[in-house]
């Protein structure tokens, strides 16, 4: 017996994908419901061989459903998260909106995996931030080796992590570009993304971060280890799919570039692409469609004792979003929920 699966927010960017990996995983699903807001109800989409029609989300009973991926943004999970908990059925949401709640569990499996059991507490599970996802897949197993004490990175995010907006914005503007009769003006973004880097993804906060950074530095310390510093800077670029992140990493322990070469080799979730001449690197254009999280140019940093820089790419739609919480049902059924 499998599991009856509701995905939440099916006919955005991630909700599709949540269909596409669940179906590409053969996850063990007798029975899957495909929700949205009323004014998309009855569009179709694609699960696997199958196509399934939108229902109304407003109406919809959770009763008697297993688990929930939520793709819907902070507003609408507040409103229809705790009505799918109080019905049963556990949630895993890809919003902000419980990451930093402390009794709510937040999730990459390659990194917490025991944490899945507290979802009792609220019958919620929740989805980290999708720069934070890829960087601990690589920062876990270099932790539990040497310890890190600092983090310092540069991350250089596509525009899908804005959603179908961000996408359609940096297509028009590049189009625009080459016909001056087009409208360039930003209406997504702050300032123009095509042909340009925008150093402002979400909100300033009063210490003059913004609010991506610090979910990075929350996040990370939630997820690994307290103890941890880090510092982010959050950088929006002119690509389609798959975020970049430059990292810099100070152990406690020295840790040699090349012991940690083997150990991102060995780390679950993880490709290591590493080859010292003309690109022998991996770029985010080579990772869409790719479950790994990529990490390559891993080298010492003689700058301090016990240094290392490396470069981490993944499809921030997939581990950044649907992947890791296909990756968190099926440690829910796996550990917990025990069926099929």
């Known amino acids: 017996m499998g599991y009856r699966v509701v995905v939440v927010g099916a006919t955005g960017n991630v909700g599709r994908e949540m269909l596409n990996i669940l179906a590409e995983r053969q996850f063990p699903a007798d029975e ?4 949205a807001s009323r004014k998309s109800l009855g569009t179709e989409v694609s699960f696997g061989d199958e196509t399934l029609k939108t229902k109304d989300l407003d109406t919809f009973d959770f009763t ?3 688990m929930a991926l939520f793709a819907i943004g902070s507003d609408a999970t507040k409103t229809y998260a705790p009505k799918a908990a109080a019905a049963g059925c556990v949630v895993i949401d890809n919003s902000s ?16 995996p025991g944490a899945i059991h507290d979802y009792k507490n609220k019958n919620i599970i929740a989805n980290p931030n999708c720069s934070t996802a890829q960087m601990v897949v690589a920062l876990k197993p270099l932790h539990d080796r040497a310890r890190i004490k600092r983090v310092v990175v540069s991350t250089y995010q596509s525009v899908s ?9 940096l297509w028009d503007q590049t189009k625009a570009v080459y016909n001056p009769t087009d409208d360039i003006a930003p209406k997504k973004f ?33 997820i690994v280890d307290t103890s941890i510093k880090v510092t982010a800077t959050c950088v929006r670029v002119p690509v389609f799919v798959g975020h970049s992140e430059a990292v810099n990493i100070e152990f406690e322990d020295f840790l040699d570039e090349d012991e940690a070469r083997d150990i991102l080799r060995e780390a679950p979730g993880v490709m290591v692409i590493d080859k010292r001449e003309a690109g022998g690197y991996v ?21 301090i004792e016990n240094g290392l820089n490396l ?30």
């Open 283 to 303: 770029t985010p254009i080579e990772c869409v469609g790719d479950f790994a999280t990529f990490i390559s140019r891993i080298r010492q940093d003689s700058t």
């Open 32 to 35: 899957v419901a495909v929700l």
């Open 161 to 169: 992590g804005a959603g179908k907006d961000g996408m359609d914005e």
């Open 97 to 112: 909106l419980y990451r930093y709640d402390p009794a709510i569990p937040l999730i990459v499996p390659e990194c917490n």
């Open 64 to 66: 008697g459903w297993d």
């Open 190 to 222: 702050q300032k123009q993304i095509a042909f340009n880097v925008i150093p402002h993804i979400d909100v300033f906060m009063e210490d003059g971060s913004t609010k991506e950074e610090w979910k990075m530095v929350a996040e990370t310390k939630k």
């Open 311 to 340: 470069w981490c790419v993944s499809d921030n739609l997939r581990k950044g979003a649907a992947l890791n919480a296909v990756q968190i049902a099926e440690l829910l059924g796996r550990e917990v929920l025990k069926k099929g």
